[in-house]
């Protein structure tokens, strides 16, 4: 992995369905030229992958806390990855 670039995983819980969560996060992570994706989970959370500069990942984790207007955050958890294999966009994918 560049070391100008980190790449986390991290797990939205609370009222994060049904709220345009994962729009919201797609477009966000475009404001910050992030890579990655953003999905719904079967138990009701919201999983994503992010990948950019540490300032820019780290501000969007932070922004994941408030999410859209209709989202209630009640947790964010963070892992870091490897950066393998390579992401070429950001994208909503199915729900899992």
Known sequence: M???RLRAHVMIEGKVQGVWFRAWVQEQAGERGLL????NRRDGSVEAVFEGS???VE??????WNGPPAAKVQAVR???IPSDPPLADFTILPSS
């Not at 990655?36 to 999905?39: A, S, Y």
């Not at 501000?59 to 994941?64: N, S, T, V």
Request: aromatic share 6%; with cysteine.
């Open 2 to 4: 560049d070391d100008n």
């Open 36 to 39: 990655g994706w953003v999905r």
């Open 54 to 56: 540490p300032a820019d």
């Open 59 to 64: 501000a969007m984790i932070r922004a994941c």
């Open 78 to 80: 963070v892992e870091p």
